[in-house]
Structure formats: structure tokens, C-alpha cells
T-cell receptor, first 110, second 109 residues
Framework: DAGVTQSPTHLIKTRGQQVTLRCSPI?????VSWYQQVLGQGPQFIFQ???????GRGNFPDRFSARQFPNYSSELNVNALLLGDSALYLC?????????FGPGTRLTVT | EDQVTQSPEALRLQEGESSSLNCSYT??????LFWYRQDPGKGPEFLFT???AGEEKEKERLKATLTKKESFLHITAPKPEDSATYLC??????????FGTGTRLTIIP
């Protein structure tokens, strides 16, 4: 079985630009969560989606948005990038009892 | 506010030297506690889920235990390949995982 996949692996953007990150959950999982992990810290919750509906939102500005598609894949969009948005962005696929994480997308904002 | 605290921040052990990592949390309706292993630049790898006080789970050299206010990850006779950051996360029943800052474990050959 394929695990959680994320694309792209790495991304370099300039301040003020916009970025879209993509995630495909484990087959059969209907819920996807997004987390931001800054170097040296634990992941911070951004969004959770279940059956295309937003189920939870963390303490992030409105520049962050997400959506989930009928095939349960998801996109995270960040507008007006700031230097502080540089981080590892993680997607988690939620099963009955736990969340499985993808390899992440490393975003660098210059 | 729901909080998760891990200690120590970093731990260096000789190969074969057993020890424990701690995860404490504010007691407010814990629905589940999770342990993950994370290698540098990679996503967290799921290890264990614990749901109730007194529960224990084991996997190879790792054993996780849970009380009403903290969890321990015991590592027995560790090997260099056990070197990683170990993350603890709690589901407080609000549709998200709240993570600690992790313990960076280094096993010296």
C-alpha cells in the first residue's frame, strides 16, 4: 500500500509570492490534516478536512487556506509569503486510530 | 490551553545504555496519546497510540506507558540506528494533534 504522498519535495519562493502544496492520503482514508513544522519545534496544526469539509483550523492567518477534493487528496495554499513561512509542511492521513504523516514539503522563502 | 511538554530536550546515551523519555500534558479530556519518531528532514513515523492510564505498548527496543498525566517512552539497550527525534502528541478531542517539541536522542557507538 502506498503511504501518504506529498509534492513537491522542496520549494523556494520569494516574499509576497503564493504557493500550493499537494497531498494524497492513504487509500481508504477520508481525512487529511496539515501541519507546519519550524526547525527545532514540533508540528503545529493548520487544518483538518474530512469528506471535503473543514473540521478544524489552527491559529494561522487567513493567508493560509486549504481544500479537499472528491478523491480525498488535498491542497494547502499560502498567499503573500513571509520569511517566517519557511518550514516543513506536513500532511497527515487519518485512520481509525492514528494519523500517518507524509514526507513533507520543505518550503524556503527568500 | 492544552499543552504537551517533553523532557529532556536532548539525550546522549552509549550504545546499550537504557533510558526513558517523558511526555507530560495538561489533563483536559485526553482522547489519545501518540509517539512518533522523526529523522532529520523527514516526516514523523508513527510508533504507538495509548488511550487509557495503565496501557502499555511495545515495539522492538521501545516501550510506551501512560499514566493520568504523563507518558514514558522507555528505550532498552539502544543501538545507533535508534538515534532520532522522538515526538509526543496528544489528541485532546478537538480534531487536531498537539505536539511537544520533541526529545533529540543520540546513541553513541
Amino acid at each position: 500500500d502506498a503511504g501518504v504522498t506529498q509534492s513537491p519535495t522542496h520549494l523556494i519562493k520569494t516574499r509576497g509570492q503564493q504557493v500550493t502544496l499537494r497531498c494524497s492520503p492513504i487509500s481508504g482514508h477520508k481525512s487529511v490534516s496539515w501541519y507546519q513544522q519550524v526547525l527545532g519545534q514540533g508540528p503545529q496544526f493548520i487544518f483538518q478536512y474530512y469528506e471535503k469539509e473543514e473540521r478544524g483550523r489552527g491559529n494561522f492567518p487567513d493567508r493560509f487556506s486549504a481544500r479537499q477534493f472528491p478523491n480525498y487528496s488535498s491542497e494547502l495554499n499560502v498567499n503573500a509569503l513571509l520569511l517566517g513561512d519557511s518550514a516543513l509542511y506536513l500532511c497527515a492521513s487519518t485512520g481509525p486510530y492514528e494519523q500517518y504523516f507524509g514526507p513533507g514539503t520543505r518550503l524556503t522563502v527568500t | 490551553e492544552d499543552q504537551v511538554t517533553q523532557s529532556p530536550e536532548a539525550l546522549r546515551l552509549q550504545e546499550g545504555e537504557s533510558s526513558s523519555l517523558n511526555c507530560s500534558y495538561t489533563v483536559s479530556g485526553l482522547r489519545g496519546l501518540f509517539w512518533y519518531r522523526q529523522d532529520p528532514g523527514k516526516g514523523p513515523e508513527f510508533l504507538f497510540t495509548l488511550y487509557s492510564a495503565g496501557e502499555e505498548k511495545e515495539k522492538e527496543r521501545l516501550k510506551a506507558t501512560l499514566t493520568k498525566k504523563e507518558s514514558f517512552l522507555h528505550i532498552t539497550a539502544p543501538k545507533p540506528e535508534d538515534s532520532a527525534t522522538y515526538l509526543c502528541a496528544v489528541d485532546f478531542g478537538n480534531e487536531k494533534l498537539t505536539f511537544g517539541t520533541g526529545t533529540r536522542l543520540t546513541i553513541i557507538p
